[in-house]
């Protein structure tokens, strides 16, 4: 049926995500890498910060942050990226296990209907043995 993957100790996954990050921010301190440590740098912010240039009043530019707000599209293409990211993490069964899960199910579900269609026809010749 499924796969069995080996396990990956609690060391290697900090070192992995460490390695992640790293690679994500572009920054960070080696030395706290090593440590396992968080970075000081590192942080996640979940909204996005945009910033557009205006013209003062005497003509030179001027830089403003401005909070991006998530809108429902952003959100939804995010987590359809998230999705996929995901998906592609999964196991998936060969074409041969699925059908042959696919035969016991089917197999499973005609004994137990077989099996309570009988159950269904004892208990109605009961009961009108009985009313009778």
């Not at 921010?25 to 440590?37: F, P, R, T, Y």
């Not at 910033?51 to 998530?70: E, H, N």
């Amino acid at each position: 049926m499924a796969r069995l993957q080996k396990k990956i100790s609690p060391e290697a996954k900090k070192k992995k995500k460490i390695k992640a990050d790293t690679a994500e921010d572009g920054q960070g301190n080696e030395a706290e890498a090593k440590k396992g440590k968080p970075f000081s740098g590192a942080s996640r912010d979940t909204t996005k910060k945009v910033v557009s240039t205006t013209k003062k009043a005497d003509g030179s530019p001027r830089a403003t942050l401005m909070a991006k707000k998530p809108n429902f599209v952003n959100q939804s293409v995010q987590f359809l990226r998230e999705v996929k990211v995901e998906l592609k993490k999964v196991a998936w069964p060969t074409r041969k296990q699925t059908i042959g899960s696919t035969v016991v199910v089917i197999v499973l579900v005609m004994i137990v209907s077989l099996f309570l269609g009988v159950v269904d026809f004892g208990l109605n010749n009961l009961i009108r043995v009985v009313l009778q």
